[in-house]
């Protein structure tokens, strides 16, 4: 007789949705140590109404050190050509008194940001994913469309 062998996921199952554009809100960002490579991620809830509202995504990026440990809400430093640091300037570029040595993720809070959302089909060894694990991830942050000043 054969004995069923019982597995248990100790990570969740990342969140599916179509790809397209939406609308979200920044909740928080985390830093981390992953593939030997300092990263950010920066976590988002759709906003949009329907069945994907209140879905969390996440953007991670690439930032040049980890100022500390990893954490939530930890700090970094990018440099001035790299992915975040020129998604930041083009969000606020047009805005009244922007310094770009001085803008920061918090700057996100409040506001509404149209972003776009992608599937991830191929692992981080270029495998192709099943049905079953591919997941959703926001690809680019496109413009602020509402929120304080």
């Not at 990342?14 to 960002?29: E, F, Q, V």
Request: proline residues 3%.
């Amino acid at each position: 007789m054969t004995e069923a062998i019982e597995i248990e996921l100790v990570d969740k199952i990342r969140p599916l949705i179509t790809d397209g554009k939406y609308s979200a809100r920044y909740i928080y960002h985390e830093t981390a140590k992953a593939f030997n490579e300092d990263k950010v991620y920066v976590y988002f809830d759709i906003v949009d109404p329907g069945e994907n509202f209140g879905i969390r995504l996440y953007r991670a990026y690439r930032v040049n050190s980890l100022i500390g440990q990893p954490r939530k809400n930890g700090r970094f430093t990018v440099k001035s050509r790299s992915e975040l640091f020129l998604t930041l300037c083009n969000l606020f570029g047009e805005r009244k008194s922007f310094r770009p040595d001085r803008i920061s993720l918090c700057d996100l809070k409040n506001k509404i940001i149209s972003v776009k959302v992608r599937t991830v089909v191929k692992d981080y060894k270029q495998r192709k994913l099943p049905e079953c694990l591919k997941y959703s991830v926001i690809d680019k942050l496109i413009e602020i469309e509402a929120g304080g000043g």
